[in-house]
Structures are given as C-alpha cells and as structure tokens.
C-alpha cells in the first residue's frame, strides 16, 4: 500500500534553518503531484508547496523562504529564515498515479522559539 514517511522535524531558533524530507512508496506508478501541508492545534491544515514536475506553488506566506524539490519519489521542504508562526505539524501529500487520491504521511513536528 502506499505510504509516505516524514524526517526532519524539530526545534529551531528564529532565524534557523529545517529541511524536512519524506519518502512515498507503494505506488509502481509512481507519484504526480507530492507536496507539503502544515496544521497548528485547532486549525485547520494549509498548504504549504507542491510540486507537480517541474512546477511548483508555495503559500504566500513562504515565499522566498522555503524551497520544494523532489527526486523521485522523495520530496524535500528547505525552510530557512524560520518564524514562530511556521510552528506546526507538516505533513507529507503525494497523488499516486492510476490510484487516485491523496495519500498522507503522520506528520512531523517543527517548532520554532522566539
């Protein structure tokens, strides 16, 4: 079956730097679009980059700060210039290919300290 699983999470210092990777199996097909969501306690999930190709989107409120790539079936989310705000669970997405749907990692935890 298909599963994605997260690494990367943490806490950092304002300022500091995470990069978040996630890896998606189960798909011999492989994966369209995979991207990164993120959910604060009582909120609902955001996006945050997706990846479709070579094509990428970014919330606006990480632009110029965090960089989408993806090799493969791994996606990588660089976050620099970290903000309290960006605390939050992120969650990896990828769209396995003649499956349908969108599949989900657990989740991993950045925190960031003021």
């Known amino acids: 079956q298909v599963q994605l699983v997260e690494s990367g999470g943490g806490l950092v210092q304002t300022g500091g730097s995470l990069r978040l990777a996630c890896a998606a199996s189960?798909?011999?097909?492989?994966?369209?679009?995979m991207g990164w969501y993120r959910q604060v306690s009582g909120m609902q999930r955001e996006l945050v980059a997706t990846?479709?190709?070579?094509r990428t989107t970014y919330a606006d409120s990480v632009k110029g700060r965090f960089t989408i790539s993806r090799e493969n079936a791994k996606v990588y989310l660089q976050m620099n210039s970290l903000k309290p705000e960006d605390t939050a669970v992120y969650y990896c997405?990828?769209?396995?290919?003649?499956?349908?749907?969108?599949?989900w990692g657990k989740g991993t935890l950045v925190t960031v300290s003021s």
């Open positions: 189960g798909s011999i097909f492989g994966f369209s679009t």
């Open positions: 990846i479709t190709g070579g």
């Open positions: 997405a990828a769209d396995p290919v003649r499956i349908g749907g969108r599949y």
